[in-house]
């Protein structure tokens, strides 16, 4: 259950990334409520704009297991990046503030949190405005 887990699954998972047209290789670990771990990698696609995030992987995969609970994140790719705007809105419907581990290819570590990176974030609250 330690944060070394939750790194190491994605270090794991970077190693499955289909990335074969930016050879930038991303993997993913969420920590459910449960305590169980879920990965993700990126998965490209000869239609650019079909291509998925590890991060949306590792969380889809999750909520398709039943899912609906998570309390950490990490993200590793060689530079250590953080994740893109269409997976801070996804970690933000699903996971809401959670702390995420940014982790590049020599190990390095930088913590930072979903309202960190999504701040004034929109979510289902703005959904339910009375008119
Ligand atoms: N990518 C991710 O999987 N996660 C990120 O946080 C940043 C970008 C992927 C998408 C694409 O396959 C490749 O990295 C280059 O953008």
Known sequence: MSKNDL???AQDA?????AV??????????????GKIYQGCNVENASFGLTVC????????????GERE????AVVSAPGVSPCGACRQVIWELCGDIPITLVDADGN???TSS???L??????EGLSHET
């Open 109 to 111: 570590t930088r913590e």
């Open 7 to 9: 790194i190491r699954a």
């Open 21 to 34: 047209y930016s050879n930038f290789c991303v993997g993913a670990a969420v920590r459910a409520a449960n």
């Open 54 to 65: 590890a991060e949306r992987t590792a969380l889809f995969t999750a909520i398709a297991a």
């Open 70 to 73: 998570f309390s950490e994140l």
């Open 14 to 18: 970077q190693k499955q990334a289909y």
């Open 119 to 124: 701040p004034d974030a929109f979510g289902k």
């Open 115 to 117: 309202a960190r990176l």
